[in-house]
C-alpha cells in the first residue's frame, strides 16, 4: 500500500515537471526539469526490478543530456520568445 | 485501513495501472511539444519526452507483480519463473543510449541552424537551403 502512494507520488511529480519543462520559457529552467525526469524515471525503473536500466537511465539522462543541453543552450538564446528582426534574408540576397 | 487492504487485493495491478497512465502521459506532453512549440531546443527537449515515455512504457510492459529482478544472485539459481522479462529492459538499455545519441545529433543540427540564420525560431527560418 506504501508503495502504491510512493509512486503515485511520484507519477505526479513526474507528469510535473514534464508540464515544467514544456510551459517555461526560460530554457536552463527547462532543461533542468528533464533532469528531474529522468531522476524519478530512475526511481521508477527501480521499482519496476530494472536495476541497471535505472543506472544507465540515472548516469546518461541527468549528467550527460543535461551537459549538451547547456551547451547549446549557452551556443544559442536562452529566452524562448526571443525575436531578432536583424537577420532576416540576410544570406538570401 | 481494512478497507484499503481489500481495495489493494481487488485491483493487485493497480502499480502497472498507474505506470501505463503515467507513460502515456509523458508520451502525449511530449508529442504537444514537438508539434505545437516554435522555439528548436523545446521540440528536441520534446522528444526526449517522448523517450522517457516509450522506456517507462517497455520496462512496464516485462513487469509481473511477485518477479525479481533478473539477476541470477545466490539464493536465487533456479529463480528463473519468478523474474520479471529481461527481454524489454535489454532492448530499453539500448535504446537509452541510442536515444542519447539522437539527441546529440539534433543539438548539433539546431547550433548549426543557429549560427547560420541567427535564431531559432522555426518560424523565422525560411529558406531551404543552408
Known sequence: MALILFLIIMALILIAAAIFAVMQKDLLFAVLATGIISVVLSVFFYVLQAPDVAITEAAIGIALTTIIFIITIRNTSRNEDEYTENHINKFDK | ?130
Open chain 2, 1 to 130: 485501513m481494512n478497507e484499503f487492504n481489500e481495495l489493494f487485493i481487488k485491483y493487485k495491478d493497480l502499480i502497472t495501472l498507474a505506470v501505463y497512465g503515467t507513460a502515456i502521459m509523458l508520451i502525449i506532453i511530449g508529442l504537444y511539444a514537438v508539434l505545437l512549440k516554435k522555439h528548436l531546443v523545446k521540440i528536441v527537449i520534446g522528444l526526449s519526452i517522448i523517450d522517457a515515455g516509450v522506456h517507462l512504457l517497455f520496462v512496464a510492459v516485462g513487469y509481473i507483480q511477485t518477479g525479481t529482478a533478473p539477476i541470477f544472485s545466490p539464493g536465487y539459481e533456479n529463480a528463473a519463473d519468478k523474474m520479471v522479462d529481461p527481454v524489454p529492459q535489454a532492448l530499453v538499455l539500448t535504446a537509452i543510449v541510442i536515444g542519447f545519441a539522437v539527441t546529440a545529433l539534433a543539438l548539433s543540427l539546431v547550433i548549426r541552424l543557429y549560427k547560420h540564420h541567427h535564431t531559432a525560431n522555426i518560424e523565422q527560418i525560411k529558406s531551404l537551403k543552408w
